[in-house]
């Protein structure tokens, strides 16, 4: 568990290394939580910087995932579930299923987004959540809060415009044909929530992230950085890799970071 003397970030050589430690964090607080009341309730997030670290998480021993209830970060306003980019397919191929987790949510970005998030919403806000798995956008995002981030809404979960430079990162990770097909809109967990979430496990690797990791890590805390506010959660763990933190002061990793 984290304390007052944890670091920031830890900053590891490679993708896989920073995802593997990350998972085994990720797998304590699930086994403390599931000791501690019989159960944990997680919410999972997905796209690329993601799939290391889930896959290390399934592999990880002694969690008993039918006593895991997930809730789902964010989804795509208008994707099937078999759309190659369909975080639902995502999280039942490469979580759900291979955990054989029982108790899940998915968002359907399909017919009616507004009533999702209040469905959703009400099922996420009936109790506590342990833990809360996330990345950082290349535009500085966190879930799918483009800049400037609503940092003020208690609703659990909006429908958002994502922003052009949002929709440039989800084609340039192959799961659209052409920037025309990347949709405009998706629903999303709010800043607001994930700051009540009990910890948050937030994976950064990859060199394209470091200017938006230097952003929200070393500069004004602000929705325009929307990631910015993970510094302020007392049970926030960052994990990146080398390339993540390429841009990073020598300064400021020397005050707030572990180098393994």
Known sequence: MSDSSSPLLRIY???LTASVAAAKHAAELLREAIARQGEARIIAATG???IDFVGALIAEPNIAWPKVEMFHLDEYVGIPIDHPASFRRYLLDRLI???GIQRYHLLDGETDPAAVCREVGAALQSGP???AFAG??????VAFNDPPADF???DPYL????DEACRRQQLGEGWFPTFEDVPKQAITLSVHQLMKVKQVITVVPDERKSAAAKACLEG???PDAPASILRQHPGNHFYFDQTAASKLSPEFVAQNAEVV
Do not use: F, M, W
Not at 136 to 141: F, K, Q, V
Not at 159 to 162: A, N, S, T, Y
């Open 129 to 131: 959540i342990d833990v």
């Open 97 to 99: 299923k291979p955990a």
């Open 13 to 15: 050589p490679d993708r």
């Open 159 to 162: 429908v958002v415009d994502l």
């Open 48 to 50: 690329a910087s993601q």
């Open 136 to 141: 950082i956008g290349e535009n500085g995002h």
């Open 220 to 222: 004004p805390i602000s």
């Open 152 to 154: 003020e809404t208690e």
